[in-house]
Nanobody, 119 residues
């Protein structure tokens, strides 16, 4: 059974930093891409960043570009989201997602981790 396990959320002051981690496990997990989404209270889930598992190319939402960095460790099947210069509007539940090579679709999701940025 493929699973995604997230960690690293918490409470931080505006201007601070946090790093989220997401480890993918499963006997047959062959990854095409991994990414992060977030959902703030009363809002729809939105794209944050994604990374190609094969070549590491990354894409960011305009709202986080220049502040967040997505990276991966292929040996550990883990994706990271380094978040700097955090703003109160970054407060949300952050979800890790994985797209396997079998479907190229985000079929797997983590349970979510809360990030709260205080002003």
């Amino acid at each position: 059974q493929e699973q995604l396990e997230e960690s690293g959320g918490g409470l931080v002051q505006a201007g601070g930093s946090l790093t989220l981690s997401c480890a993918a496990s499963g006997r047959t997990f062959s990854l095409y891409e991994m990414g992060w989404r977030r959902q703030a209270p009363g809002k729809q889930r939105e794209f944050v960043a994604s990374i190609s598992w094969s070549d590491g190319r990354s894409i960011y939402a305009d709202s986080v570009k220049g502040r967040f960095t997505i990276s991966r460790d292929k040996a550990k099947n883990t994706v990271y989201l380094q978040m700097n210069s955090l703003k109160p509007e970054d407060t949300a539940v952050y979800y890790c997602a994985a797209a396997p090579t079998s479907t190229w679709s985000y079929d797997y999701w983590g349970q979510g981790t809360q990030v709260t940025v205080s002003s």
